[in-house]
């Protein structure tokens, strides 16, 4: 079975500051895709990454996928309140199925 | 095309009744998933559609839980005698065919079984 950690689980942080999630696996996936979820919403998507040691922004966004292609992780540069929420990796296997994480809850205080 | 649409929002139900919800995924794709989530926690994935085919179902999914997609489109989820576990929020994603898809998904149906 494959399984996709992430961690943390829950992060309380304050405006300004930098944080960083991170997805782990044993697996390798064809690609792994970040989400982000508000309370009573479904996940959105914010980025694919693909390739073996991709780097994709997206504004104070930085997603890196490993070179290995088993693990990936968000770095979120000066954190702001807006930044709340869920933030959710899923691996895409070979049968095109997503594996999902458990989520990462951050809190951004102003 | 507004996106993959789910019906009901919210239903509450008493234990035992049975429910049933709707996904409209985005028309042009192939794939949909249902997901169960719980508070706090990632999406649980539960059957995936190729078309109207059912390729894959979790073995979470008990007896209890049937879903369909007759004509390749819309999506129903039905439980049976719904049980007070059952309460969590049920989302659809939809995807298109090919390496590296994204899931869209709709805004979710949420299931308090009292």
């Known amino acids: 079975t494959q399984l996709l950690e992430q961690s943390p689980q829950f992060l309380s942080i304050q405006e300004g500051e930098n944080l960083t999630v991170y997805c782990n696996s044993s697996?390798?996936?064809?690609?792994l895709q970040w989400y982000r979820q508000e309370p009573g919403e479904g996940p959105v998507l914010l980025v694919t990454v693909v390739t073996g040691g991709e780097v994709k922004k997206l504004k104070r966004l930085t997603f890196q996928f490993g070179d290995a292609r088993k693990d990936s992780s968000l770095h979120i540069t000066a954190a702001q309140p807006g930044d709340t929420g869920l933030y959710l990796c899923a691996g895409e296997d070979s049968n095109y199925q997503l594996i999902w994480g458990a989520g990462t809850k951050l809190i951004i205080k102003p | 095309d507004t996106g993959v649409s789910q019906n009901p929002r919210h239903k509450i139900t008493k234990r035992g009744q049975n429910v049933t919800f709707r996904c409209d995924p985005i028309?042009?794709?192939?794939?949909l998933y249902w997901y169960r989530q719980t508070l706090g926690q990632g999406p649980e994935f539960l059957t995936y559609f190729q078309n109207e085919a059912q390729l894959e179902k979790s073995r979470l999914l008990s007896d209890r839980f049937s879903a369909e997609r007759p004509k390749g489109s819309f999506s129903t989820l039905e439980i049976q005698r719904t049980e007070q576990g059952d309460s969590a929020m049920y989302l659809c994603?939809?995807?298109?065919?090919?390496?590296?898809?994204?899931?869209?998904f709709g805004q979710g149906t949420r299931l308090t079984v009292v």
């Open positions: 994603a939809s995807s298109p065919q090919g390496l590296g898809t994204e899931a869209f």
């Open positions: 697996s390798v996936f064809s690609s």
């Open positions: 028309s042009e794709h192939n794939r």
